[in-house]
């Protein structure tokens, strides 16, 4: 999966559990937090959160989570990094698999930069 560096986006994945099971139950967590990081255990370069209204539920349909980028969020960026996803339930958060829209599971996001540049 990739987006281009410095524009909008909006990534939508589909969630599963660590059987492969789509998660149903998306919309009854107290939170969801998306994390992108250089390294697995870098500081994450960008957050998001469902209380932040930054991580839709449901979206288009049980079981997908829309994550809204900014384009300042990558303006400066153009690498691999990984992403993770991880719901929250109260006593209970688990890192989830995700797959794109084509079924395929990715735990890493390319951020590309234009190839055309005005100036």
């Known amino acids: 999966m990739w987006i281009k560096s410095g524009n909008d986006a909006n990534l939508k994945a589909l969630c599963k559990d660590a059987d492969g099971n789509i998660i149903t139950n998306l919309a009854d967590t107290s939170e969801i937090i998306c994390q992108i990081k250089i390294s697995k255990d870098a500081t994450a370069t960008i ?17 997908y989570i829309k994550i809204l980028i900014d384009a300042s969020d990558t303006e400066e960026l153009a690498d691999t990094y990984f992403i993770g996803v991880q719901p929250q339930w109260t006593g209970n958060k688990q890192e989830i698999n995700l797959e794109d829209e084509f079924g395929s599971e990715f735990e890493q996001i390319e ?3 234009d190839v055309v540049v005005i100036t």
């Open 47 to 63: 957050e998001k959160k469902k209380t932040d209204s930054e991580i839709l539920v449901n979206d288009p349909s049980t079981g």
């Open 111 to 113: 951020i590309r930069k």
